[in-house]
């Protein structure tokens, strides 16, 4: 069962309870609340198929549940969508705008759909060109735009009518890791402006940049915190980090241990998860002599601190146990 959120249901921008989505026989969403207050960044964490896309597109009122209630900004989504739209923007997982179009043509399409008034639209147009970093690329065709610049031509339109909320649904999803920190970069900024914002991600570094998070798996929250409360959680597999000279190939016979449940390799070392009651000095003990009678060489074994992989790893395990 998920934790209890961290902060009380009056500051909350977004509100969703017991939200369930069925298609036919199959239970894409389960029971999931989700309470996001202003100025917050709140992500869902999952894998693919885990449910964040379903929840975020019935969140936004692109896709009624199956029962739950939603209320965005003090407007009930079920009962009022029309209302309730026109406070949030939405950045969906793959780009959504006009490829044919430049970059202001297609920022004053979507200020027309907004209903902005002339003036008003060259306004907030002028301030998307600026603040994302488009005004020199503002008469490029969408489609000639590199795919980084065209999640902040995304995020544009989404903001163009000052939204109260915003989700993005894996909006970094196959950019460069420097246009990713800057679209991070662009995120802190709005959050410290006020905006809720809902975001989901499989990029478990990514998810650390949050101020709390919800874990999703098979459709169901399982876990909810800040990143330090997640990480603060005790383990019941001890961690160990593995550093030699062609300590790669420890690995063919560290699987065999019976103590080792999992071999994680890395550029350099390897990353050892034990069986839960497995004494990590005992393994690190037996790990040099090992190696040197097969020919390799253990530098150092040392215990190490969970990330946040290992906690997701070590939840769904549990989720799944009977």
Same mark, same amino acid.
């Given at each position: 069962? #998920? ?5 009380? #249901?009056a ?12 298609? =036919? ?5 389960? $029971?999931?609340?989700v ?5 917050e ?9 885990? =449910? ?5 597109? %019935? !969140? ?19 009962? $009022? ?7 949030l +923007?939405?950045? /969906?997982q ?36 600026q ?8 008469? $490029? ?7 980084? $610049?065209?999640?902040r031509?995304?995020? #544009? #339109? ?14 970094t ?12 970069? @662009?995120?802190?900024?709005? *959050?410290?402006? +006020? ?8 990029? %478990? ?10 874990? %999703? ?5 399982? *876990? ?6 997640? @990480? ?5 597999t001890? @961690? ?19 103590e ?7 550029? =350099? ?7 839960? +009651?497995?004494?990590?000095q005992?393994?690190?003990?037996? @790990? ?6 097969? =020919?390799q060489?253990?530098e ?13 790893v /070590? !939840? ?7």
């Amino acid at each position: 069962m #998920a934790e209890a959120a961290s902060r009380p #249901a009056a500051e909350a921008v977004i509100t969703a309870t017991d939200l369930v989505r069925r298609f =036919g026989d199959f239970t894409a969403v389960d $029971h999931v609340h989700v309470s996001v207050a202003p100025g917050e960044v709140f992500g869902l964490l999952g894998a693919n198929g885990a =449910g964040k896309t379903t929840t975020i597109r %019935m !969140l936004c009122g692109l896709l009624p549940p199956t029962a739950g209630h939603i209320r965005l900004a003090e407007v009930d989504m079920v009962r $009022h969508p029309r209302r309730a739209r026109g406070r949030l +923007g939405y950045v /969906t997982q793959h780009f959504a705008l006009y490829a044919e179009l430049s970059v202001r043509e297609n920022l004053a399409l979507q200020a027309g759909l907004y209903g902005l008034s002339p003036a008003r639209a060259r306004e907030r147009i002028a301030w998307a060109l600026q603040h994302l970093d488009l005004e020199h690329l503002a008469d $490029h065709k969408a489609r000639a735009l590199p795919l980084g $610049h065209r999640r902040r031509l995304d995020l #544009a #339109a989404a903001l163009l009518h000052e939204p109260h909320i915003l989700f993005l649904d894996e909006p970094t999803s196959g950019v460069d890791p420097l246009a990713r920190q800057q679209f991070w970069e @662009l995120i802190y900024a709005l *959050a410290a402006a +006020g905006i809720a914002i809902l975001i989901t991600t499989h990029y %478990m570094d990514e998810a650390t940049y949050c101020d709390r998070l919800a874990l %999703m798996h098979a459709g169901r929250i399982i *876990a909810e915190g800040s990143p330090d409360d997640l @990480l603060a959680r005790p383990l019941p597999t001890p @961690l160990l980090e593995v550093r030699g000279e062609g300590c790669a190939a420890c690995s063919r016979w560290l699987a065999d241990w019976p103590e080792v449940l999992e071999i994680i390799p890395h550029a =350099g070392y390897l990353r050892l998860r034990l069986r839960p +009651g497995t004494d990590p000095q005992a393994v690190i003990r037996r @790990l040099p002599e090992e190696a040197a009678r097969r =020919g390799q060489r253990v530098e150092a074994a040392e215990p190490v601190a969970p990330d946040l992989e290992d906690v997701f790893v /070590t !939840l769904l395990e549990q989720d799944a146990s009977p």
